[in-house]
């Protein structure tokens, strides 16, 4: 079993059991990346004797012991937050999972950007009293409470705009490329015009009024860049 990642950003413990090192080690790089303590374990033995953590990502198909029976026995131990992620599709493995005490089930391939999303939704379940609260210079995000402050000041968003910076908020510095975004704060599935995340991405700007901030790579997609200059007035909502 290994370790990796820091007690900075979202700080809480994740437990990846997945015995294929390839997605092992990318799902481990993504989730440091957010802030995340990662433990790995590649067999059910290993998952069972891992220490304590607040979100395991289950996969279901180990080795020495079905993903199943080890949801089964994390379950009977306490409150941990269990996600299976899997490339078991058919609905009796997803029933036969829930079942048995899982609190999510997402099938192979997804993308990080929903794993994140999930596992934060999972924490807010488990660790209501330490959410995360993501901060870059001015910038406050609370994505328990939806709330975002420049500043100290509340800035009113929409829903769309508050999953847009959520999503960029994450990993500041990061480039998320457009089709990330839109299945964020859209789903995957969306077919409209990509034009429409160039609109409330100029919305979000000119509410948060700080320059800079919301950085467009071209080519490439957005990310939190550096900060050029003290915020402006914000504007009001939209709805």
């Given at each position: 079993?290994?370790?990796?990642?820091?007690?900075?950003?979202?700080?809480?413990?994740?437990?990846?059991?997945?015995?294929?090192?390839?997605?092992?080690?990318?799902?481990?790089?993504?989730?440091?990346?957010?802030?995340?303590?990662?433990?790995?374990?590649?067999?059910?033995?290993?998952?069972?004797?891992?220490?304590?953590?607040?979100?395991?990502?289950?996969?279901?198909?180990?080795?020495?012991?079905?993903?199943?029976?080890?949801?089964?026995?994390?379950?009977?131990?306490?409150?941990?937050?269990?996600?299976?992620?899997?490339?078991?599709?058919?609905?009796?493995?997803?029933?036969?999972?829930?079942?048995?005490?899982?609190?999510?089930?997402?099938?192979?391939?997804?993308?990080?950007?929903?794993?994140?999303?999930?596992?934060?939704?999972?924490?807010?379940?488990?660790?209501?009293?330490?959410?995360?609260?993501?901060?870059?210079?001015?910038?406050?995000?609370?994505?328990?409470?939806?709330?975002?402050?420049?500043?100290?000041?509340?800035?009113?968003?929409?829903?769309?705009?508050?999953?847009?910076?959520?999503?960029?908020?994450?990993?500041?510095?990061?480039?998320?490329?457009?089709?990330?975004?839109?299945?964020?704060?859209?789903?995957?599935?969306?077919?409209?015009?990509?034009?429409?995340?160039?609109?409330?991405?100029?919305?979000?700007?000119?509410?948060l009024g700080v320059e800079g901030?919301?950085?467009?790579?071209?080519?490439?997609?957005?990310?939190?860049?550096?900060?050029?200059?003290?915020?402006?007035?914000?504007?009001?909502?939209?709805?």
């Amino acid at each position: 079993m290994d370790r990796i990642g820091t007690e900075a950003g979202a700080g809480a413990r994740i437990l990846v059991v997945e015995d294929d090192a390839g997605i092992a080690q990318s799902l481990v790089r993504g989730l440091a990346r957010a802030g995340y303590v990662v433990d790995t374990a590649s067999t059910g033995a290993d998952a069972l004797a891992a220490p304590p953590a607040d979100v395991v990502l289950l996969d279901l198909g180990l080795p020495d012991l079905d993903g199943v029976e080890v949801c089964r026995r994390l379950r009977r131990r306490g409150d941990v937050a269990i996600i299976v992620v899997t490339a078991r599709g058919e609905e009796r493995d997803r029933v036969a999972t829930l079942d048995e005490g899982a609190d999510d089930y997402l099938v192979k391939p997804f993308g990080l950007a929903e794993l994140l999303a999930r596992v934060r939704a999972v924490l807010r379940r488990v660790r209501p009293a330490g959410a995360v609260t993501y901060g870059y210079g001015p910038l406050a995000v609370d994505p328990r409470t939806r709330r975002v402050t420049v500043a100290g000041a509340e800035v009113m968003l929409t829903p769309k705009e508050f999953d847009i910076l959520e999503c960029l908020a994450a990993d500041p510095g990061r480039v998320v490329s457009r089709q990330e975004l839109l299945e964020r704060a859209w789903d995957a599935n969306w077919y409209g015009p990509t034009k429409v995340l160039d609109v409330h991405v100029a919305a979000l700007r000119r509410k948060l009024g700080v320059e800079g901030l919301v950085e467009t790579v071209y080519g490439r997609g957005f990310r939190l860049g550096r900060i050029a200059t003290a915020p402006t007035s914000s504007a009001p909502s939209e709805d």
